[in-house]
């Protein structure tokens, strides 16, 4: 369990460094930054470490902005199942947008990931990527139809760690 919280400070310090500065102002009084992390589940691995950066454009009343994910897969090592090591790891960058959906006279708020290939590293993946809001601010990643996993035991939640 320490190795899984010294990748997540390895990671959030990597995402900082990644940065590249494109044609944003980090130093405006309107900037805002936000990182959240979780394990999902994985068919050939003990999980992927999700870490999410999300960098919000301060010109549209913080609906849509840059963002970084990093996936790190962890492996389960020989001697114990509670002992995890890293594996791949791959960074995407693209844009996000926080939208809204109305069914059935209920409205969701939920956030679109579009990523950037010419900006990703690894095997980033270039599909959509869709995340329910959640009223704790916690995300929970969900298909195009912004329906969760079938499987309601499977964890497919990010939580806000600042």
Known sequence: MKKIFVGIALISLALTACD???????????????????IMPAADAEGILYTLKLDYDDDHNYTDGDFQLVETALLSDTVSAMNLRTGVTSLTEGDFRIETSTAEGETTSYMRLVP??????GAA???TLYFIINPDKSLTM???DLTKAANDSLNYTLTLKN
């Not at 590249?20 to 979780?38: F, I, P, Q, T, V």
């Not at 950037?116 to 590293?121: F, T, Y």
């Open 116 to 121: 950037d290939a010419k900006e990703s590293l």
């Open 125 to 127: 993946s270039t599909a």
């Open 20 to 38: 590249n500065n494109r044609g944003r102002n980090h130093g405006s009084l309107g900037d805002k930054e936000e990182l959240y992390a979780g």
């Open 142 to 144: 969900v298909n195009s």
